[in-house]
């Protein structure tokens, strides 16, 4: 263990990253250059000096810092690494110095979570891409077998997030996590609405049962709590859900329906909703088939008769 006294121009710096706004930024800046020790990994943040300064997300300090002799990779709990606390921050420029500098680009922390996973649960779509194109592997899941997929469903952009991840890197917008569930049922269970319906417009099976025997329906209800009960939102992803006539009669392992979710809750538009549902889509049956029905028969103006063929007149000269 390192027991050396810290000096007061490395006390000065972590100070001043600590409490970094852009108006700290020059003095961060001339501290480096004064010879502040930008290796250290004591500081009262326990956090490497190079990770306090990827966290303001300014290219140029991280880059000072880099010059300076900063290690990209520094021995320090892997949640602590710099290239996570630069794509937290939505440092583009900074995550790219680190990347260049050979900063470890699949690195896991604690969690499970490579730094592609970070950015793919906060939205930041460019720096994604540059993780990507730098090689992070795509493929990548946590701990409980959660995909990309389903890490961009923590982003409040994850309808653009989840299109690139599909559509340009062809994930697999059914695929599993260790339960079994899909993206689509892990967003119903989120009561994410936009979510849901992306992943329905990228392909997304509404069938599909994890093992619990649980489709999106089942496990958006048995995870609903009290304070979601009369939230739109809620309402909306089952709308959603039931619009694409997914099973409302299924039953899980245990035997519990849709139905016996919605009655547990004790909430009743929410039991309306879910027992009105059959009567709903016979009515849009009956709808859709009278309306081909009136189609294929002649229109009639009312007060008119349908006319027989006309009488042919005597022959011309």
Do not use: W
């Not at 004790?266 to 088939?289: T, W």
Request: aromatic share 2%; net charge positive; charged share 20%.
């Amino acid at each position: 263990m390192n027991l050396e006294p810290v000096r007061g121009i490395d006390l000065e710096l972590r100070k001043a990253l600590k409490y970094y706004n852009p108006g700290k930024k020059q003095q961060c800046l001339n501290l480096i250059a004064a010879g502040a020790d930008v290796c250290d990994t004591r500081c009262a943040l326990d956090i490497p000096a190079l990770t306090a300064g990827a966290a303001t997300g300014d290219a140029d300090i991280v880059a000072a810092m880099l010059k300076a002799g900063a290690t990209p990779n520094p021995k320090t709990p892997r949640q602590k690494a710099p290239l996570y606390a630069a794509v937290k921050k939505g440092g583009r420029a900074a995550t790219a110095l680190l990347i260049t500098a050979g900063a470890k680009i699949d690195a896991r922390n604690e969690t499970g979570y490579t730094p592609l996973m970070v950015a793919a649960s906060l939205g930041h779509i460019d720096i994604a891409k540059d993780l990507v194109a730098a090689g992070a592997d795509i493929n990548a899941v946590q701990f409980d077998g959660s995909g990309l997929l389903i890490h961009a469903l923590h982003s409040p952009k994850s309808p653009d997030v989840l299109q690139y991840l599909v559509n340009d890197l062809g994930l697999d917008v059914n695929g599993t996590n260790l339960h079994g569930s899909t993206p689509l049922m892990i967003a119903a269970m989120r009561k994410n609405p936009q979510a849901v319906e992306a992943l329905i417009d990228l392909g997304a099976n509404v069938h599909i049962t994890n093992k619990a025997g649980e489709n999106a329906l089942l496990l958006c209800l048995r995870h609903a709590s009290q304070r979601h009960m009369t939230s739109p939102a809620l309402r909306h992803v089952i709308r959603i859900l039931m619009d694409k006539h997914i099973d409302i009669n299924l039953r899980n392992n245990n035997g519990e329906s849709a139905e016996d979710f919605a009655v547990s809750t004790g909430n009743h538009k929410l039991i309306n909703l879910i027992r009105n549902e059959p009567q709903r889509r016979r009515d849009m049956f009956k709808a859709i088939a009278d309306a081909g029905t009136s189609r294929s028969r002649p229109i009639l103006r009312p007060g008119r008769k349908k006319q027989g063929p006309k009488k042919q007149g005597p022959a011309g000269p």
